[in-house]
Each structure stands twice: as C-alpha cells, then as structure tokens.
C-alpha cells in the first residue's frame, strides 16, 4: 500500500513538474512576445520609447517562484517577467504604460505617468487608507536613476526585523507576518557602479537586513562594458569580502547563469530560504546574462558589440536554453513547445491590441466631441474659415493624441475672441471642464489626498502649568518620549541618535528606555539613512530618520528628490511613504556647520512638507502634527536653539502646529518683514530697535516653507503696511524669492506696496567661520535695521533721514 501510494504521489508529482516547467516556458515566451513587440511599436511610432525585460525572462521566472504575498521588491526596467510570473502585469498593463495610458485601472503602477518599465503594486485604497499588504505581494514603485532603487530595498528588509524583534507591533498584521518577508532587490550589473549600491549593501550586511539582492549581468551598461565598470569585471568577486563565515556576519553569495534553468530554480530556492528563515542579505549574481534587443529602442546594440558577443548572446539566449534543457530531459516533446510558442505570441498579440484599443477609446470619444464643439463654433463665427480649417484638420487626424485636440480648440477659442455665441461658450464650457479632467490625470497627488493629510490636522495650542523653563533640547526630547510611548510603530535612527542620544541630546536615555530596535544609531551613510526610512515607511511603520547636520543632507537630496518625494505622484495615490526628516541647521560657523540652502531643498522636494522652526516647543509642534498625518516631511530645527530656555508644555506629544498657517510674532504699521527659523528671534529684535527710531514693524514666521502660507495671512498684513521686506540665511535668489513670488503674485501683494519689495539674505558663498565670520556672511541684527530703514528713507526721507550721509 505504502508502496503504491509513493509511486502515485511520485506520478502526480512529475506531472506537476511538467506543467510548472511548461508554464514557465509559456510564460518566458510570453514575456518575450511582449518585449519583440513593445519595440516595434515605439519604432513605428505608437509608443515614444521602449525599455524591455528580453533575455531576464528565465531567471526572474525562478526568483518569482520565491516572491511570497507580504514581501516586496525594489528593482528596475527589466523586472517585467518578475512581474508577470507574480500576477502583477498583464499584457495589456504592460502595454497601456507603453502608451502612456493615463487610466489608473489600465495602467495601476503609475496611471500613465511613468515610462515604461517602472513597476509598481498598489498599497492604498482610493481613500489613500492601506491595503492588507500581507495578501499580497508588493512591489514598491521604480524610479529610473541607476541604484535609486538600493536605499529603498534596505528599508524594506529592515521592517521584517523590526515586525519580527518588536514585540509591541505584533498586532500589525497588515503589514507583516511576525517579520517572515523578504525583499528583493534586482539591479543591472553596471549600475553597481553607483555609489549608493555599495553604501546599501555594507548598511544592509552591518544590519543583517533580510533582502534577496540579484545583479542581472549582461556584461555592458548600455554600451560600457564591465571592464570600465566593475572592479575585476565581477561583481560578486568584487565583493567577496561580504561573504558571511563561520564566525562573522556578512552576505551569503550565490553565483549562478541567466540561462540555466534548473540552476536558477534551486539557487532561488535557497537564497530565499536563507533570507527568510535566517534574516540574513543575500547576492546573487546571475551571470551570462543576455540582452537580445540591446538596451532600449533608442539604440542598437550591433554599434557596440562584436559579432562574436553578438553570436553569443544568440546561442545562450535563456529561452533557446532553457528549451534545449526540457528537450533533453524528455519533459515535453517539439510539438508541444511549438504550440506553447504559437500560443503565447498570440496572446500577446492580443494583449497588444487590447490594450492599443482602450487606450484611444475615451480619446476618440474626446476627438468627437471636440468636433462637435468646433463645428458650433466656425458656424457661428464670424472667422468661420479659420476655424473650420483648424476643425477639418482635426477630424481628418488618425488616432490624435490629447495634445492635438486641446491645441486645435485652444487655439480655434482665439478666433472667436470678439464673439459673444452660444457656441463660443459650449467651447469654453468644454475646454474648462476637460481641462479639469487633465489637471486630475496629471497632476494629482503631489501629496496625500487622504484623510490623513497632515493638512487636515487641527492646530492644538501648547499648555502649560507653570512657568518652569527649561533647555530647549529637553522640550524636544520630551516629546519625543511622549510620541515613543503613544506610537509603537515609531522608529527613530540617525547617526549618534542611539547611544549617546543624539549630538544635541534631543533623545537623551530614549535608547534605553525604549530599547534598540526603537531608537538607534546608525553608520555614517545620508543617503541610506534616507532610503531605510523610505522602505520602513512603505511598510506601515512610522521613521523618524535624522540626518546630523542640514550641511550633510545633500548626501541624501537626490534620493528624497527623487524617490521620496515622488511617491505618491509616480503612483497616482497608490503608495505613500510618511518618513520625518529631522535635522539642525541654520546658524551656526563655517562653511559645513551653518548652511541654510532652503532653495535647493524646497525646489528639490515639491511633494514633502517643509518645517522650518525657530525654536524647539516649534519643532515639537510640527513633529506631532506630522504624526498624526500621513506625508514625507522634513523638519528643520535651529542649532543655536538648544540651549536656549523654553517653557515646558504640558501637553507633550499632544500639541500642534498647523502647516502652511504662518504666526505673527510682533504687530506692526510700516513694514512687514516675513522670516523663518533662526532668523525670526534676530527679526524680533530688530523691531525693538526700530521702534526706538519710529518705525512699526510687523515681524511674520512662516513656519512652514513647503505649504506656504495657505489662507494668505502675509498679504492682509502687506495691506496694511504696504511695504514688504523678506529675510533669511540663503543665498541671494534663494528661498527668499521663492517667499517673494508667493506672496506678489500668488497673494497679488503688489498691488498694495507702496516701496519696491525686498529680499535679505546671506552672502552668495558659504558662510565662513566663527562669529566674525558669520556677521560678515549672514544677515546681521544690523544689516536687518539698515535695510528695513533705508526703506523708510525712500519712502519718507522727512522723517528717517539717511543713516549713512
Ligand atoms: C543616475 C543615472 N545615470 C544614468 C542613467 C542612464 N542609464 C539608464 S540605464 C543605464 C545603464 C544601466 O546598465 P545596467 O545597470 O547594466 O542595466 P541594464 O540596462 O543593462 O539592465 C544608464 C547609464 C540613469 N538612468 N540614471
């Protein structure tokens, strides 16, 4: 009995087998199918440009194998057969980003916005509210900078092992199976070359991060091949010291071939298994790796490869091999293959089609329309002949895009500028209301649209019992034990934030009295200190990621420019990422130590919110209100703000600053002076002082840089100075101009001044060293009382003769 039921099981299992290795062949067919004809259409002109997965099909069949609902994957371009082997990419989604169709059920990774080759799963319901990310698998969204996706994929592993070693987040069951899931990371061998690959891994072999990280190496980076890229032309070689040993923690590394099957199959097995079970990073180098079409459909590969790599890469093409291996082990015979083959172009063609056909569905409907819309128009015109030209044009056009029907109405809506019809108004009606539709196809959220945007969030007012004061750090570190306590999914990291608690002592004795896997320190590493919260947050946990000085977040601004900031605009709403940026900066001495550079870091970040505080109780207030909401934020405290004495707030953790509502610190009649951070107690100052020679300045904190101002408090106090002088630490055109084009033409001030605007900055360098050097860099309590009284000069130089004459 026992016999026979062995041989049955081994019966069944077999046959099991063949279908697993025959969908597989389908499926790599398919894939190929779909990158063959992904090309042709960008060649003839029905997409813009083509990045294709061809040649990765086998081996990301046999990682996909391994991708469990609950884990995630941070990868790039040529990741489409991952993403068809887990359900995540149907042809026609695969084909609707191709054309760049802006329908977010055609196309959920990233409703058109994105070009093609960047994946995305989604996290969030139409609400923004989260999804049970356990049942499902998860792929966070690509971006297309080369190892942009590295810091990410850290984070992403690093939340298992908070999920799984904090025992307070054992409730979370939507995000986290007690901390089993893994992350893979896939990147192209020559983008190993990027700085942040290397700062990721070393991060992610210290932490012992769980993440399966594959290299496809198809030996070139477009044209450049591995010789100018890769030390030793191999990267695994390369980073042999990562090996784990018997004794020291590290990487397990596994080598295996693009284009052997089994093999693939068995060492995916295993570097997940290790990952998961072990909570250890592993590499796997996949090797002999090819690329049948070359990089993109903007070039051609034959301009850069010899014809025997070329000969090469035919006769070790993973499909060809992969067939050769099912020939050889009699799994399936000729015949067989060939009907899987036919089968899989065909429903790639179909796919292609499909997806081709909804796409210019609702844009024949709008070209209709629009034809309509213009033929009412030129019948009642009076410049009838021109716009019936423009409309002639546009109903003979063939498949128009978006752009060449609202260019022909927009500019048929001229010809009529003098007419007053029923049909000039069926146009206008028409263009408002689709252009409406465009706003909200290509220019959504920037931010959350959830309820719990943090703009949404109340302002609470801070309380007190007594006027004790205390350091201003402490106000900070208070706080920050409050939202510790109140929030378990917390996680605070920066480099010296654990042990010592921070530079500034913010989070002084909160390692231990929250423990390590709360509030801890990290490796000197800006940009992955970045990408590690980015990951977590995706993941539903809540970083506080501090980056020591504000001098050293240029380490980290391009992947918060470009990944963080983005997220939830690439997705179209379907992922978020709540990270908190906390950093010092402002005045301070040096080149280093000083910086303000809130211009590059505003332009740089539309899509986060921007905190600049001028004291600590400030500070605590944006770090609650930005808890309690759901968007990427940085908050900027003062450096030369901790020492100073506060009042201690009883409502710790409780009290909130409201973004983008500014606060007036001192009323005034002859000048508003709008400011922010360090700069605003030197403002308050000056007022003093000028109210010693007569004049009434009104002194404006903006609080918040990125929201501005929102309900347009600057410009009712402008109506009634009618002068207006803006103040910071940035360079010349910096910041200040930013605050200047707000509040003239955003708030339409200039139409209550009654002197030109100004601007007070710093220098255009750096800031030197000392407090000489910072006097002679940065705005001075001086340099703020002669400009605003020069202003009074000019304006009534009765009564404030010139200063200096
Ligand atoms: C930061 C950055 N620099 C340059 C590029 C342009 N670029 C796109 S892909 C690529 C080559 C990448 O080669 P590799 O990592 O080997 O991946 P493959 O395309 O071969 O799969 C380059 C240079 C980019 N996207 N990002």
């Known amino acids: 009995m026992a016999e026979t039921a062995t041989a049955a099981e081994k019966e069944i299992t077999k046959e099991e087998l063949k279908q697993e290795v025959l969908n597989d062949y389908r499926l790599a067919n398919y894939s190929r199918e779909i990158s063959l004809m992904g090309r042709r259409e960008v060649l003839t002109g029905k997409a813009k440009f083509g990045i294709l997965g061809d040649g990765k099909e086998v081996a990301q069949i046999a990682l996909a194998k391994q991708w469990q609902p609950g884990d995630w994957r941070s990868g790039y371009y040529r990741d489409q057969t991952m993403m068809m082997a887990a359900g995540q990419l149907p042809g026609e989604q695969f084909f609707a980003q191709l054309y760049a169709d802006a329908d977010l059920e055609r196309e959920p990774a990233s409703a058109g916005r994105q070009m093609n080759g960047h994946f995305a799963t989604r996290s969030l319901d139409e609400n923004g509210n989260w999804l049970t990310l356990t049942e499902q698998v998860n792929s966070s969204p690509d971006i297309s900078p080369t190892a942009g996706q590295m810091p990410r994929l850290l984070g992403l592993g690093l939340a298992s092992k908070f999920y799984r070693e904090n025992k307070e987040l054992k409730d979370h069951k939507q995000f986290s199976n007690g901390g089993n899931e893994i992350a893979f990371g896939t990147i192209g061998d020559a983008s190993t070359s990027e700085g942040i690959f290397w700062e990721a891994l070393n991060a992610a072999g210290v932490m012992q991060v769980p993440i399966v990280m594959s290299v496809w190496d198809d030996g070139h980076g477009i044209s450049v091949p591995k010789e100018f890229q890769t030390i030793k032309e191999s990267i695994s070689e390369a980073l042999s010291g990562f090996q784990r040993t018997k004794d020291k923690k590290g990487f397990e590394i596994l080598k295996t071939k693009g284009w052997d099957y089994p093999h693939l199959v068995l060492t995916y097995e295993k570097a997940a298994k290790i990952a998961r079970e072990e909570h250890v990073p592993v590499l796997v180098h996949v090797e002999e790796v090819t690329q049948p079409q070359g990089h993109s459909t903007s070039g051609s590969h034959e301009r850069y490869k010899s014809p025997e790599r070329l000969q090469w890469e035919k006769d070790f093409d993973p499909i060809t091999k992969m067939k050769e291996w099912v020939l050889s082990k009699g799994i399936a015979t000729p015949e067989e293959l060939e009907e899987i083959e036919m089968a899989a172009k065909k429903e790639a063609r179909d796919a292609k089609t499909n997806a081709w056909k909804a ?45 060449e029907i609202y260019e022909t109405i927009r500019k048929a809506i001229r010809y009529a500028r003098n007419e007053q019809t029923a049909g000039k108004q069926a146009a206008l009606k028409w263009l408002k209301d689709h252009m409406a539709e465009n706003e909200e196809r290509y220019s959504s959220h920037l931010y959350s649209a959830s309820e719990d945007s943090p703009l949404e969030i109340a302002p609470v007012a801070a309380e007190y019992k007594e006027d004790k004061l205390v350091d201003g750090r402490e106000v900070l570190r208070d706080n920050f034990d409050a939202l510790l306590s109140n929030h378990p999914e917390l996680i605070i990291f920066g480099e010296d934030s654990g042990k010592i608690g921070g530079v500034n002592q913010g989070l002084e004795g909160l390692q231990s009295k929250y423990g390590v896997n709360r509030v801890f320190d990290t490796g000197i590493r800006e940009c992955t200190i970045l990408g590690q919260g980015i990951g977590m947050a995706m993941r539903g946990l809540r970083p506080i990621a501090e980056i020591q000085y504000l001098d050293y977040l240029l380490y980290a601004l391009q992947i918060m420019s470009d990944d963080l900031a983005t997220v939830q605009y690439r997705t179209k709403g379907g992922q978020k990422a709540p990270v908190i940026i906390r950093t010092r900066g402002h005045r301070l001495e040096g080149i280093w130590h000083s910086g303000s550079p809130m211009g590059v870091i505003i332009h740089a970040l539309r899509g986060m919110h921007n905190c600049v505080s001028r004291n600590m109780t400030q500070a605590a207030g944006m770090y609650n209100t930005l808890m309690a909401g759901d968007d990427p934020a940085i908050v900027i405290e003062s450096l030369n703000g901790y020492r100073l004495k506060e009042k201690l707030p009883t409502n710790l953790g409780e009290f909130k600053v409201e973004l983008g509502k500014v606060e007036t610190m001192t009323e005034g009649e002859d000048i508003t002076i709008v400011t922010y951070g360090s700069m605003v107690r030197m403002c308050v100052d000056v007022a003093k002082q000028l109210r010693e020679v007569g004049i009434s300045a009104e002194v404006i904190d903006v609080q918040t840089l990125l929201p501005y101002d929102l309900s347009q408090d600057i410009v009712e106090s402008i109506k009634k100075t009618n002068r207006v002088l803006f103040v910071d630490e940035d360079v010349p055109g910096g910041a200040s101009a930013y605050m200047m084009q707000k509040v003239l033409e955003e708030q339409g001030g200039y139409r209550f001044l009654d002197s030109a605007p100004a601007t007070l900055t710093a220098k255009a360098h750096r800031p030197a060293y000392a407090s000489d050097g910072d006097y002679f860099s940065k705005p001075s309590n001086e340099d703020i009382f002669e400009k605003v009284y020069a202003i009074m000069n000019e304006s009534d130089p009765g009564s404030y003769p010139a200063l200096f004459s």
């Open 359 to 403: 796409f210019l569905e609702p844009i024949k409907k709008e070209h209709q329309e629009a034809v309509v819309v213009l033929t009412q128009l030129g019948a009642e015109s009076k410049n009838a002949v021109f716009i019936n030209k423009l409309k002639d044009e546009l109903a003979a056009a063939v498949d128009p895009l978006r752009k």
